[in-house]
């Protein structure tokens, strides 16, 4: 397998796949860099598996190759887990970050320290042509801070803090942040799918 396409339009992830694979010496390609205009797919599940089948198998039908997808958020615990499968559209379907940061700091107004505890969660779908689909699940324990900081990284990153640290997602390397990352150990768990295919 020389290449593999990631049903992402989100450049943030397809940053991190391509980091990810390229140590296989395969490149991973982002819905963006296809030839083909692809339409948003609708997230229609409820859950992160039910999203990330729907995300890899409707563009693994429409290529006929493997297609790996994911769909991940942020579960925070005094929010009874929300944002979860709705993060990319938690302030509105335009799916601004800063907004979604907004949302949450102030949602969490008046929460202490010790009840900010929260998580990322990934589910990676690999979808393939004519087989079951392969799932594996991955997640990063830490605290919501209490005012963003960082300019790396995406989405929730600037308000995260992952357990250990005492900065925040955005404020690590991407390379940091790819060793200890929900998108990391959801990904290690396809080390033996991903060296089978170079066979
Ligand atoms: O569906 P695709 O096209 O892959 O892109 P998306 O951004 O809509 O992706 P999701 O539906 O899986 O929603 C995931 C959201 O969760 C948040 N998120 C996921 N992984 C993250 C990470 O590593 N760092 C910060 N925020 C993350 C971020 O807000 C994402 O937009
Ligand atoms: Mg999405």
Same mark, same amino acid.
């Given at each position: 397998m020389k290449e593999i396409i990631i049903a992402t339009k989100n450049a943030g992830k397809a940053k991190e796949f391509k980091s990810f694979f390229s140590a296989y010496h395969i490149e991973a390609i982002? @819905? $963006?860099?296809? =030839?083909? =205009?692809? =339409?948003d797919i609708e997230e229609t599940g409820t859950t992160f598996e039910e999203n990330a089948a729907i995300k890899a198998q409707s563009i693994a039908g429409m290529m006929r190759c493997p297609v790996l997808a994911d769909d991940s958020g942020l579960?925070? =615990?005094? @929010?009874? +887990? #929300?944002? +979860?499968? /709705? $993060?990319? #559209? /938690?302030a509105g379907e335009q799916k601004d970050d800063q907004a979604n940061i907004d949302k949450v700091l102030y949602e969490l107004k008046g929460v202490g320290a010790s009840e900010r505890t929260a998580r990322f969660v990934c589910v990676l779908a690999v979808a393939i042509p004519g087989e079951p689909a392969i799932?594996?699940? +991955?997640?990063?324990e830490g605290t919501i801070a209490f005012s963003e900081a960082g300019e790396n990284g995406f989405g929730y990153d600037p308000i995260f803090i992952p357990n250990g640290y005492n900065k925040t997602m955005a404020q690590l390397s991407s390379a940091e942040k790819n060793k200890i990352s929900h998108r990391k150990n959801a990904i290690v768990q396809l080390e033996d799918w991903v060296k089978n295919q170079n066979k």
């Open positions: 982002s @819905l $963006s860099e296809l =030839d083909k =205009d692809i =339409d579960m925070i =615990d005094a @929010l009874n +887990g #929300r944002p +979860g499968v /709705y $993060s990319a #559209r /938690y799932f594996k699940k +991955g997640s990063c």
